[in-house]
């Protein structure tokens, strides 16, 4: 077997583990990144493998680029991680979000049908395709009801995998993965923005703002997921799971454990909009509530059921909402991303 492996958004958070966990095991890999004025390779560099990596620039609305290079590398497989990934932002971006998240994937499944078939295809899907929750916890076969640009077009995307795996034969499976960070996060996603917050408010006294502080999530490792993605093209038969810890947590736990280990005393005061978190020590407020944090239709609750990866992958979260809150917090204290 050629192992060569094609992962779209090289430069992102999952990207960026998944080539470290490929490289370890002897894979050719080839990185397509969006071009930017910006360094978006960074992330690689912090794991010291930008050098291992061949990197292609492209869009994947580039769909004649995308083309080329599948018929060019033949990989033995294909992992889709590029999208556009912030929900906030697919409300004011509806359209673009859908090009890339949605008709962009078509156009690698026809791409792949066409010029290497026999590769086999990783599409990363999204909890937030199931929205409006019709059962707690979710899985594989929770139905779906998206509250977001982002997650109606995941969910095309996610439709449009199964279809080519049920009509053409393809090796393609989706991972749904439930929230999953990591200290590359990016700074746009709440749990960056919360450990940043606070390191910088014991430095400079600065408060933070965020929004819905009672919305829950199934918070995970991206290092312990992007082994599950791995494992799945590594299956006779393609499939879709759900990649989750099966506990979940609000934004307000999440704040106050990394306050904790911080060693600010929070304490909560207020209500709804005016609720307010002070540092005991010096009566200030550090988190403060702004409306536009909040979504146009929430999300209230995610919990993800990950019995399927667990029995047929032999997958297992291996890292504690605890654990990773305080490597976040010992990354964003050395400043390197």
Known sequence: MNNKAIITGIGGQDGAY????????????????????????????????????????ADLEESLTIQKIIKQHKPSEFYNLAAQSFVEDSFRNPVYTSSVNAMAVLNILESLLEYSPDTRFYQASTSEMYGKIKENPQSEETPFH?????????????????????????????????????????????????????????????????????????????????????????????????????????????????????????????????????????SKPFITINPKYFRPAEVDILRGNPQKAIDKLGWNPETSLEQLIEMMIEFQRKDLF
Do not use: C
Not at 158 to 184: D, Q
């Open 146 to 282: 998206p509250r977001s640009p982002y997650g109606v077009a995941k969910l095309y995307a996610h439709f449009a995998t199964l279809n080519y795996r049920e009509s053409y034969n393809m090796h393609a499976s989706s991972g749904i993965l439930f929230n999953h960070e990591s200290p590359l996060r990016g700074e746009n996603f709440v749990t960056k923005k919360i450990i940043k917050g606070l390191i910088n408010y014991q430095k400079q006294g600065q408060a933070i703002e965020l929004g819905n502080l009672d919305a829950k999530r199934d918070w995970g490792f991206a290092g312990d997921y992007v082994i599950a993605m791995h494992l799945m093209l590594q299956q006779k038969t393609p499939d879709d799971y759900v990649i989750a810890t099966g506990v979940t947590h609000s934004i307000r736990y999440f704040a106050e454990t990394a306050s904790s280990i911080l060693g600010i005393n929070l304490e909560w005061s207020g209500e709804n909009m005016e609720e307010v978190a002070i540092d005991r020590a010096t």
């Open 18 to 57: 998944l080539a470290n966990h490929l490289l370890e095991k002897g894979y050719e890999i080839i990185g397509i990144a969006r071009r930017s004025s910006v360094n978006n390779l960074l992330r690689l560099d912090v794991l010291g493998i930008r050098d291992k990596i061949e990197i292609t620039y």
